[in-house]
T-cell receptor
Framework: DAKTTQPNSMESNEEEPVHLPCNHSTISGTDYIHWYRQLPSQGPEYVIHGLTSNVNNRMASLAIAEDRKSSTLILHRATLRDAAVYYCILRVQIQGAQKLVFGQGTRLTINP | DAGVTQSPTHLIKTRGQQVTLRCSPKSGHDTVSWYQQALGQGPQFIFQYYEEEERQRGNFPDRFSGHQFPNYSSELNVNALLLGDSALYLC????????????FGQGTRLTVV
């Protein structure tokens, strides 16, 4: 399976932007890049996804490198509620089925 | 919309026993995937069901089996439980067609003693 590599942890201050990096050098042409986050005692929550172009939604922005071997999740103005484990995931399609290949994730701490 | 619901939320079993976990997908979703999340790790894909058949399987032994019902709900069965099966089991639902996100349930915390 194609894999993703993320920093184990990152720290930021409230109301500041946060850039969460991810490497996926073995990504294939049909793999989508997804980001999920997980709060304690909860299931993962979808944040954003993209294939080649940069994407924006109400939660975040996703910047994808031109060669697609890396991407960055951008939280424009972090709040305390953004503290979570953020997973950069490849959505792999095999024989009509899709699966999410999770890495270890980045634990994001937000300081007040 | 209730989202993805899983039951039970917590479960304690003894080694060698069998367990069944249940999942109801989000309304409008026809595909269910199961993941195992060990403490401190990212979720690992177990298998995916749509049209009542297993379509893709991760690197898990045959002790792990599943079922999908006509109403798209699903069960995960684990036989001959081992201590190492203790984990959070997550169900995710999605639509088979279209590039849409998966919605996860809160999970079932299984402890094997």
């Amino acid at each position: 399976d194609a894999k993703t590599t993320q920093p184990n942890s990152m720290e930021s201050n409230e109301e500041e932007p946060v850039h969460l990096p991810c490497n996926h050098s073995t990504i294939s042409g049909t793999d989508y890049i997804h980001w999920y986050r997980q709060l304690p005692s909860q299931g993962p929550e979808y944040v954003i996804h993209g294939l080649t172009s940069n994407v924006n939604n109400r939660m975040a922005s996703l910047a994808i490198a031109e060669d697609r071997k890396s991407s960055t999740l951008i939280l424009h103005r972090a709040t305390l509620r953004d503290a979570a484990v953020y997973y950069c995931i490849l959505r792999v399609q095999i024989q009509g089925a899709q699966k999410l290949v999770f890495g270890q994730g980045t634990r994001l701490t937000i300081n007040p | 919309d209730a989202g993805v619901t899983q039951s039970p939320t917590h479960l304690i079993k003894t080694r060698g026993q069998q367990v069944t976990l249940r999942c109801s997908p989000k309304s409008g979703h026809d595909t269910v995937s199961w993941y195992q999340q060990a403490l401190g790790q990212g979720p690992q894909f177990i298998f995916q069901y749509y049209e009542e058949e297993e379509r893709q399987r991760g690197n898990f032994p045959d002790r792990f089996s599943g079922h999908q019902f006509p109403n798209y709900s699903s069960e995960l069965n684990v036989n001959a439980l081992l201590l190492g099966d203790s984990a959070l089991y997550l169900c995710a639902s999605s639509r088979r067609w279209g590039n849409t996100e998966a919605f996860f349930g809160q999970g079932t915390r299984l402890t094997v003693v």
